[in-house]
């Protein structure tokens, strides 16, 4: 950086020279030419050229480098980028060869097996949900993030909710401590907004009543919630003790790296994820009507609630171009669109629906684009859909939010349990697995998974994917040659 014919930029090095705030920015600018700061401008500039420094001179420099500042400061961002992958090596580990191995023979079965030696790198395609460890490790907390990371997710999730004193923090709901904590057996159960209930039983032992826990991120400080350590989400409705109510973990889930995680706040996760090299996704969380304190109790309104969590990011220094703010509400997304387009190009209009039925048609997803908004997320059923020959292909949804020029991010992957085990007994039945309830007759095996995500990746033309096991999408795009 800053050569031209051999020799130093003098532009660049005022740059350097003349922002003594933005040390920290020099480091990552420099970073490998640290001989650049060590020269002085006395040192590069005859003095019968500083005695003609005038002040209209100086001005005119001061312009260009007020405006080549965020030019500098964007690739400064891509630089602590590459320097982390680079620093960083990635393991997949062995569940993408695990899935791979179960894939019925095929094209894509034989491809995906030529890329086991990898190399592997972090790639924006992976997109760790909740840090991207989640499969195994408590959701929201460092741990999850770092394993994330470590599996080559390279955009990573924050969920942004709030406590009383208005600091923002990461968790996936307002009121989900009870499941996702373990504050009930902490001195701080008394503040839950609904205190731990055990669950009644008759005299057959036939439960009458499940047991249940309500507490808020809004019930406490944020010194309060930092106190509590991070569980797997669970809980037990047979639960007569607090203790018992913290159970609960899936069998297809494990308790090995439940042991005491460490939960974050907003702040706290853009400084993780800059450390270790990724972009990323908060999503701004709706208020839960449920809880004794509500957002406009503490930010005023929730605009300024969505304001606050973009500021976090401004005053971190981070580029708008490494943030993919999320929402399910489209006031939010409009509000960053209109009040803060730097972040609102890229926001994330999330689709909230259950079933077919509830999602947006053509002209609806065309209105969006009118609108401003350029990304939509919906659930991965959502863009998928099964044909006459039983094989997985885009949806209607997929080619009409094409066809109106939306991009798509979609979720979740690795998040409802083995194939054939939990996902396969709920066809036909009243509650269908919710995230291939489209593509329930095309599924055979665990393998599944990936020719899931291939046509996502391949047909669909998705930007990214949300994966509670990031090492399973970052294998597949790896070998697909995905960004």
Known sequence: MGRRGGGTSPGVFILLTH????????????????????????????????????????????????????????????????????????????????????????????????????????????????????????????????????????????????TKDRELVCRHDQCDLHTTTNILVTPLADRCTQPFSPAQFDASGKRIKAATALCCTSDLTVDEFKSLKGKMDA??????????????????????????????????????????????????????????????????????????????????????????AQSFNKDDILYWIKNDPDFGRQAVFLDSANVPAELPNAAQLKGYASQGIRIVAPPMWALLAVDAHGKIVPSQYARDAKAAGLDIITWTLERSGRIVEEVLPTRGTPSPSFYFQTTLDALHNDGDLMTTLDVLGRQVGILGIFSDWAGTVTYYANCMGLK
Not at 306 to 313: E, K, N, V
Request: glycine content about 8%; charged content about 25%; hydrophobic content about 35%.
């Open 19 to 162: 922002f003594p705030g933005s040390l920290k920015w020099q480091r990552s600018a420099a970073r490998g030419s640290s001989r650049l700061l060590a020269v002085s401008w006395a040192s590069l500039t005859p003095k019968r050229e500083i005695k003609m420094f005038t002040s209209k001179k100086a001005a005119v420099l001061f312009i260009l480098t007020s405006c080549l500042l965020p030019v500098f400061s964007y690739a400064a961002d891509d630089a602590h980028e590459r320097d982390a992958d680079k620093d960083r090596s990635v393991q997949v580990g062995p569940r993408p060869f695990y899935l791979i191995d179960k894939m019925s023979p095929g094209p894509l079965k034989r491809k995906l097996e030529q890329c086991s030696e990898g190399p592997f790198r972090k790639t924006a395609f992976s997109i760790g949900h909740r840090g991207g460890g989640t499969l195994q490790f408590p959701e929201h907390t460092k741990e999850s993030h770092e394993a994330g990371a470590r599996m080559g997710a390279g955009i990573q999730e924050c969920d942004v909710t709030f």
């Open 235 to 324: 809980s037990n409705p047979n639960a007569r003790t607090a203790k018992e109510f913290l159970g609960g973990t899936p069998n297809w889930r494990t308790d090995l790296y439940s042991t005491g995680a460490t939960v974050l706040t907003h702040k706290e996760s853009i400084d993780l994820l800059r450390e270790l090299g990724s972009q990323y996704t908060p999503e701004l969380k709706g208020a839960n009507r449920d809880a004794k304190l509500q957002v406009e109790a503490v930010f005023g309104s929730q605009t300024a609630y969505a304001q606050a969590m973009i500021d976090d990011y401004k005053a971190a220094g981070i580029s708008p171009r490494l943030v993919w």
